[in-house]
C-alpha cells in the first residue's frame, strides 16, 4: 500500500511516545521506509532502539551526532519525506515550530521539510486549550500544517478531557490518506457491503455470513483516492469510513431500491454485498412457536437479482464489478456469471481457500474481464480493494477510450 513512500515519524517527551512504535510497526508492515527523530526528552519514555529495531534505520536524537555517514542528515531526511508526523506533538515542539525555534534534530528537520506535515497533540487538557497553544496552533494551520485532534478520556496526570494522543489507527489512517494518489476526483463510486437479512418472524431471520469487511475496504481506499463514495451496507459491525456516505438497509428488497436510486448517475458500481437468495411468502408478525410445528415448513421466493439488473440498465460508460464466492468451479461459474449479468469485472474467490472469505483480515482473488484472469497471492483485504480499484481504473479508461 505504501511501497516506495517515505515517512518521517517525529517523537516528542510525552507519556504516549510508546505508542508510536505500534505507527511505525503499521507503516513497515505496508511497506513504508520510515525514519524517526526523536526529541531527548522523548528517550526518556521509550529507547530509540526500540524504533531501530521496528523500522531498520538509526533513530535520529543528536543534531551533531558523528556516527553515521556523512550527509547532513535534517536536511537529507527532510528532501527525502513524502509526509513528516510529529507525534506525539508536545506543547513545546509546536511552540517551537510556531515560532520558528530549530534548536534540536526534530524542529531543524521539520522546518527544512516541504512536504505534508502532520500534527497530533498530546499534553494535559489544561494545557491543550492553553490560549497560547491554540494560538500556535493556528498559526501553523495557517501555514498548512495538518492536526490529528487529541482524544479526549483519562488522561495520564489523571484529569479527565481532550489531550489524549489520537487513537493509533486514527494516526495511521491520517497518513495513508496523505499518501493516497487522488485520482478518483470527481469519479462517483457506488459499493454494497455485508449480508441482507430476510425476516421470518420478529425474532429470525434467513441471512448470509458476510461481515462487510471487503465492501467497507473498498468503500475507504475509494474515498482515500478522491471519489465520492456511496456505501450501501446492511446489518454490520464496522464502523463506516471517513468521507463516505453510508445507506444502511436490512433486507434484499431495500439494498435493491437503494442500489437503483444511486446508480443512475454513479461511474462504477461494486457489488461486494452478500445478498439472500431466497425470502420467505410470508412474514409472521407473532413469533412462531415451535411446539405448533410453525418452522417445520417456511416457503421461500427469489429476491431480486440486482447484478442481472445493473447489467441489464447499464449506463454508457459505466463500470459493473461483482463478486463471486464459490466452493467448487471456481472459474467456470465465475466466468459465466460475468456474462450471464452483463458485468465488466467479477472478483471470484472460495471460501474453502485458507485466509479468504467470510470474517477474516486477508482475501484471496482472481479478478476476471471479457479480456483476461489474473490471480493474486493472500493479501489484507486493504491490499485487495486497491487491486480492484486499480483494475476499475484500467477498464474505465479503456472504456473511455472506445466510445471516444
Known sequence: MLKGKTVVLGVTGSIAAYKMADVA???VKQHAEVHVIMTANACNFINPITFETLTSNKCLVDT???DFEFDV???SLAKKADVFVVAPASANIIGKIANGIADDML????MAAECTKLVAPAM???MYHNRIVQDNI???KDYGYEFIAP???HLACGDNGDGKLADV????DSIVKSLAEKDLIGKKFVITAGPTREAIDPVRFISKRSTGKMGYALAKRAALRGADVVLISGPVSIAPPDNVKVVNIESAEDMFNAVVKESEDADVIIKSAAVADYRPVTVSDEKIKKENGGMNEIKLERTKDILAYLGEHKKDGQILCGFSMETQNLMENSVKKLNKKNADMIVANSIKDANAGFGVDTNIITIITKDDAVAYPVMTKDEVADEIINAVVKLKEKKNDTNA
Do not use: P
Not at 524542529?107 to 521539520?110: F, K
Not at 489507527?169 to 495511521?172: G, H, K, Q
Open 25 to 27: 510497526s503499521m507503516l
Open 151 to 153: 482524544a479526549s478520556g
Open 64 to 66: 551533531f551526532d558523528r
Open 73 to 75: 542528515k535534517h536536511i
Open 107 to 110: 524542529s531543524t528537520t521539520i
Open 169 to 172: 489507527n486514527v494516526i495511521f
Open 124 to 126: 494535559n487538557t489544561r
Open 138 to 140: 493556528a498559526k501553523l
